[in-house]
C-alpha cells in the first residue's frame, strides 16, 4: 500500500491524482498495435498533455537496477505504439518518455531519450525478436524434446533461470552444449547418407 502511496506523489502522477492534471489517459498494455504485420505490445501505462507535448509514462513495480540498452529500446517503442493511435500525433517530436520504475523501495523517474534513429533500432530489435521466435518456433516443431534449442551463453544465466528443471541444461550448461553438438553432428551426418 505504501509503494501505490508513493507512487501517487511521483513528478510524472503527482498532477493526475490532485486531479491538476489537464489531459491525460491509462492503457491497457495488452492492447496492441499492428505494425508491418507485427503485434506490437507497447503501450504506455499514461500519457499526460503538458507544455504542447505528450509524456507516455511506463511504471514498473519490479524494476531492475541496471538499465540496459535494450530496456532504453523497449520504452522507445510506446511512440511506434502511439503513432498507431487515433488521438495521438504523428510525429515523434510531439513526445517524451518517461520511465517510473520502484528500486529500492523508493520510486525513480527518468527521461528516455528519443531520436528517430533510436525508433529504427527499437523496431529493428522487434524484428530481430520475432525472426528469432519464429526460428525457435520451427526447433520446437521439428524436435519437441527441446533438445535442439539454443542453450544460454553463460553459467549465471542458468543459475537464476526458474526454468532449470525442465531444461536441457539442468545438469550443467557446458555438458548440456556438448552433448547438443554431438547430438546435431549425429543427426546432420545422418542427413548426408544416401539410401
Not at 541496471?66 to 523497449?74: A, T
Amino acid at each position: 500500500m505504501r509503494q501505490l502511496e508513493r507512487l501517487e506523489q511521483t513528478l510524472s502522477l503527482r498532477n493526475i491524482v490532485s486531479g491538476n492534471g489537464g489531459r491525460w489517459a491509462y492503457f491497457d498494455r495488452q492492447r496492441p498495435a499492428l505494425i508491418d504485420g507485427v503485434k506490437l505490445y507497447a503501450a504506455p501505462d499514461v500519457a499526460v498533455f503538458r507544455h504542447h507535448r505528450w509524456t507516455l509514462v511506463r511504471i514498473q513495480f519490479r524494476a531492475s537496477p541496471h538499465q540496459g540498452w535494450y530496456q532504453v529500446l523497449e520504452h522507445v517503442l510506446m511512440v511506434h505504439w502511439a503513432l498507431q493511435q487515433p488521438g495521438f500525433p504523428d510525429n515523434i517530436e510531439a513526445f517524451r518518455l518517461k520511465v517510473v520504475a520502484w528500486r529500492r523501495g523508493v520510486w525513480v523517474e527518468h527521461e528516455v531519450p528519443l531520436s528517430s534513429t533510436l525508433m529504427r533500432q527499437a523496431f529493428a530489435l522487434v524484428e530481430h525478436d520475432v525472426r528469432e521466435a519464429k526460428w525457435i518456433e520451427r526447433c520446437a516443431l521439428a524436435d519437441p524434446s527441446l533438445a535442439a534449442l539454443p542453450l544460454a551463453r553463460h553459467e549465471m544465466t542458468c543459475n537464476i533461470c526458474h526454468h532449470r528443471k525442465g531444461c536441457p541444461a539442468g545438469n550443467g550448461l557446458t555438458e548440456a552444449k556438448e552433448e547438443q553438438r554431438i547430438r546435431l553432428v549425429s543427426l546432420s551426418e545422418g542427413s548426408d547418407e544416401v539410401g
